[in-house]
């Protein structure tokens, strides 16, 4: 099993940032993608970004590309979500996910809320 789970998140001014961490609770390194989602209020939850295990490939949603960046450290079981120039309608819970012997883990999510 693998336990994820996110922090980082809280309430900023638009055009601020945050920097999100989602730690694993066992080794990463042969964990091939790990994406982040979001969950806006009565929206479905949408991908935001994934990076595959030695970081060299990432994708990114339309909405978030120059702005946001995902990264991860496998030496610290650790991936991360730079965020910039927030937008309002940035605000959603943020989730990471991790798929590991075809099963697929979510961490609780960080609630990020972005003021106008």
């Known amino acids: 099993q693998v336990q994820l789970v996110e922090s980082g998140g809280g309430l900023v001014q638009a055009g601020g940032s945050l920097r999100l961490s989602c730690s694993a609770s066992r080794s990463i390194f042969s964990i091939n993608v790990m994406r982040w989602y979001r969950q806006a209020p009565g929206k479905q939850r949408e991908l935001v970004a994934a990076?595959?295990?030695?970081?060299?490939?990432?994708n990114y949603a339309d909405s978030v590309k120059g702005r946001f960046t995902i990264s991860r450290d496998n030496a610290k079981n650790t991936m991360y979500l730079q965020m910039n120039s927030l937008k309002p309608e940035d605000t959603a819970v943020y989730y990471c996910?991790?798929?590991?012997?075809?099963?697929?883990?979510w961490g609780q999510g960080t609630q990020v809320t972005v003021s106008s």
């Open positions: 996910n991790a798929m590991w012997v075809a099963v697929s883990y």
């Open positions: 990076i595959t295990s030695g970081g060299s490939s990432t």
